[in-house]
């Protein structure tokens, strides 16, 4: 009786039910994807990356796809006035840019450093053109406005007559800068930007004020003057102590900061015929490290961690009256209200991290990993197939005990770490050899313009991994959808290189 | 081309002690003994584990440089604009890129005459123009077609400025540049000789935002042919053509 009831309501059988007429949903529609680059763009000689000694240098192998140029390391170590004309001008720096004078302690490097920087503006605005300026990409097809500072240099800002590009000394992010513990360090800021800027040191052992009674902290609220579009002002340091450290801009610094005025500052410990690379161009690997650095490990890498909200940086190109780019800048956006979009790992998001910020590295080697957090939120860093070993906090060395190994570490705002990076495959520090993606957990790092994968992912890559051209040999989904504009513009159905039936694509008349 | 060119440091300006080396130490390479310092200066430091062979010697003012950077690399930025064939002359202070002293360009019979100017450079010559931050003493330099210019130029800013002049004829001037630097304040002098045709030639100063900001001017020779864009008191923005 109860079956019956049951069937009886289940057939309808007192309310017929009614049905729309079957339409056929859209077929999937295939995207544009416009030009794809290639990972590893042809322009770059290929000498660059092989080990090699120039002018007495040594410079190690760097298998990327865009190492650093040996000239520019040599350069580096030798300091601009020790070098050949011809040597000179295989870089782009300035005859003054860095100036090495007497060993002081006779220990066979110099230890006085004079150290000349300017501030660049990147992807800036012109009032002839919509492009934007002396460009920098940080992501396929994305140039947001970025201040930099620079080592002094001289010509043109871009790479050559026909193209906007920056040349390779203008980029993000300010460059690292070594001294040896103990050296007399002059650096001098020449403001060649329209805006006022300092250099304060942060974590570095500096004196309030110089021998001639001048404010050498960099904070125009306490210390001195800003340094004003045209001028120039040197700040004067002989620090006591090792460390990764930082120095960034004091004016404004909310801003001016995450514009980009921001870098590594590390003090290596004193050793004999210890000439250190002075500057480190986009951070990254060190080709050229110090003997301090070298007794202990076989590879270093500077990595610099920051947020950009291009609203911010979209400022500099809304006006070309400094007055409104100020008034703008300083009085009409809000950074309680800023929604960062791009995060960037040594000034790219991926995949362009990929072309640079790849740590590569071999089995049982021991890798120092220096890494500064410049962005406004927590950095939760973790390492797929590693845990690294913190050494340091705020460039003081932990206490053996206190040296933890685990998988992510956390770095807040202006925070620095170092880590120890061991390649040993035991199983707690390296689950063996392949590619080992390192990236922020807090899953907003992971994302450009709200699309993933993005942010700052990057790869630990063993070289039995690597081709030559610095392309890590991948197992998994095409990687070359992520190199167009139009992925990152959010145009391009995320798993369409996986989908040729488009069974997961774009619907029409969406 | 080997005329001593009227060239003056004014003061080396505040760079302290260690500039002071850098000078010195340059000077002592040029005569090749790096090591011997005078009583009082100071020594340029010189590691063992350098090559001591390897000393600058050739930065006296006229040095020329030729093809410097081997085959195929002109203009790429790794040897600096215009080298290859062309000519240089660069200190601590100051460079210029292809001076042209003598070398008529082929439609000039002859040089219609010598013009000297004066530009001065600086935040200062941007207080007459609103909006901007840097300039030049003047944003519009007028001269006759065939006319040898020398032009000394002048920084008053402790930092970078130049002297850039575009679109000259490119079989005499690589990539038809003319251009000068200066590395802080102090001067310098430079010549070259333009063609008889009558245009506006683009000046500026290349350094980020320079010229955006304020350091864009023209050099127009005879009557010109119509005013560049965005130069201070004399344009307005550029109009695309319509599509």
Known sequence: MVVVTLLAGLLGACDKATYEPYKEPPPSIKVEQGEVQAFCPETIDPTWREAQTIAGVEIQESRLCLPDNPSDIAAFVRGTNNLTMTQLMGTQLSTDALVKGRDLDGDGDPDEIHIRLEVVELNGGSPDSSDPMTTFEIAPGVKPGFWAFAPKTRGMATENFESNVANSMLRLPSPTIRVEQGDKVTITLENSHYFPHTIHLHGVDHPYVKENGEGNDGVPQTSGPMIMPGQRFSYELQPRHAGTMAYHCHVQTGAHLLMGLIGLFVIEENRPNNPVQTFNIGAGHVRHPSVAVRESYDREYDLLYIDTDTELHNIIRSSNDVRKIAKSMNREYKLSESTPDYFLLNGRSFPYTLRESIIVTAPDENVKLRILNAGTSMLALHTHGHKPTITHYDGVELAEAAQVTRDVIMVGSAQRVDLKLSTHNDGLHSYGEGIWLYHDHTELGITSNNMMPGGNIATIVYESYLSPEGMPKTQGVSLMPYFSPEYYQRKVPVWSASDPDGQLGEPQGE | ?243
């Open chain 2, 1 to 243: 081309m080997n005329d001593s060119p009227e060239r003056k440091f004014s003061a080396i300006g505040p760079r302290g002690l260690f500039s002071s080396i850098g000078v010195i130490a340059l000077s002592q390479l040029v005569s090749g003994h790096a090591l011997a310092n005078e009583p009082g200066e100071e020594q340029l430091f010189r590691a063992e584990a350098y090559d001591a062979s390897e000393q600058r010697t050739d930065l006296a003012i006229d040095k020329t440089m030729e093809g410097s950077c081997g085959e195929g690399k002109c203009g790429e930025g790794k040897c600096g604009e215009g080298s290859c064939g062309s000519n240089m002359r660069m200190d601590e202070l100051a460079m210029v890129m292809n001076e042209n002293k003598d070398n008529i360009p082929k439609d000039c019979p002859q040089i219609s005459e010598d013009i000297k100017l004066t530009v001065k450079a600086g935040r200062e010559y941007s207080l007459g123009h609103n909006g901007t931050i840097f300039g030049f003493d003047a944003n519009e330099w007028r001269v006759s077609p065939c006319s040898r210019i020398t032009v000394t130029f002048i920084n008053e800013d402790q930092v970078r400025h130049q002297w850039m002049i575009h679109g000259l004829p490119k079989y005499l001037y690589p990539q038809g540049m003319y251009h000068m630097e200066l590395n802080g304040e102090g001067q310098v002098t430079g010549t070259f000789i333009v063609p008889s045709n009558e245009k506006n030639y683009l000046v500026h100063c290349d350094i980020a935002q320079h010229m955006e900001k304020g350091m864009k001017a023209q050099l127009v020779v005879g009557k010109g042919d119509g005013n560049l864009p965005s130069i201070p008191g004399i344009s307005g923005a550029y109009i695309p053509p319509a599509e």
